[in-house]
């Protein structure tokens, strides 16, 4: 079966630790995205790949960081520069730009 | 996102009964898709659309994008149950790869 992976599904940590979230995909996608989504409002984009080795910032990435050594992984570290960690974080990926995206089943992560 | 606004923000209806959801921009769509979301999982492609007064099917669900791109309703006939969730629109507002946005999304529940 051909998809998209995220885990773990429920992440907590404690305050200024940094936290590397999972995401694979056996789709043979070229680009990659990560969001982040808070109660009550749309995704907002946090990193974003079209090939291996190369990503670019999305509309809110400070605090995060995120490499792209493989085609199919595409982490997303939460470091402890990021204010206001806990929310919902969806990984997603497209056969190209201007191509739907597929999405994974997302993790909750809980920073207290 | 303010750049993707839907509406309306939650709609409860009666099963059998038809809705609309819309999705406004004040700019030119170049693609837009719909998604749906359960509570606290990932979302699911539903269509795309990207020509002007394209319109498309799938099951009783009908999404249809104005001639001037700039908005795109959702129609679900005879609803159910298995409707309920929360639908986004997402959509390619400037042929720039990172200009990817999602509306804050709209929850549906449907009362049998």
């Known amino acids: 079966d051909g998809g998209i992976t995220q885990s773990p599904k429920y992440l907590f940590r404690k305050e200024g630790q940094n936290v590397t979230l999972s995401c694979e995909q056996n789709l043979n996608h070229d680009a990659m995205y990560w969001y982040r989504q808070d109660p009550g409002q749309g995704l907002r984009l946090i990193y974003y790949?079209?090939?291996?080795?190369?990503?670019q910032k999305g509309d809110i990435a400070e605090g995060y960081s995120v490499s792209r050594e493989k085609k199919e992984s595409f982490p997303l570290t939460v470091t402890s520069a990021q204010k206001n960690p806990t929310a919902f974080y969806l990984c997603?990926?497209?056969?190209?730009?201007?191509?739907?995206?597929?999405f994974g089943p997302g993790t909750r992560l809980t920073v207290t | 996102s303010q750049e993707l606004e839907q509406s309306p923000q939650s709609l409860i209806v009666q099963e059998g009964k038809n809705l609309t959801i819309n999705c406004t921009s004040s700019k030119t769509l170049y693609g837009l898709y719909w998604y749906k979301q359960k509570y606290g999982e990932g979302l699911i492609f539903l269509m795309m659309?990207?020509?002007?007064?394209e319109e498309k099917s799938h099951e009783k669900i009908t999404a249809k994008l104005d001639e001037k791109k700039q908005q795109s309703s959702l129609h679900i006939t005879a609803s159910q149950p298995s409707h309920a969730g929360i639908y986004l629109c997402g959509a390619d507002i400037v042929n720039n790869f990172n200009k990817f946005y999602f509306g804050s999304g709209t929850k549906l529940n449907v009362k049998p």
């Open positions: 997603a990926s497209s056969r190209d730009s201007g191509y739907e995206q597929y």
């Open positions: 790949s079209q090939i291996v080795n190369d990503f």
């Open positions: 659309l990207q020509k002007g007064g």
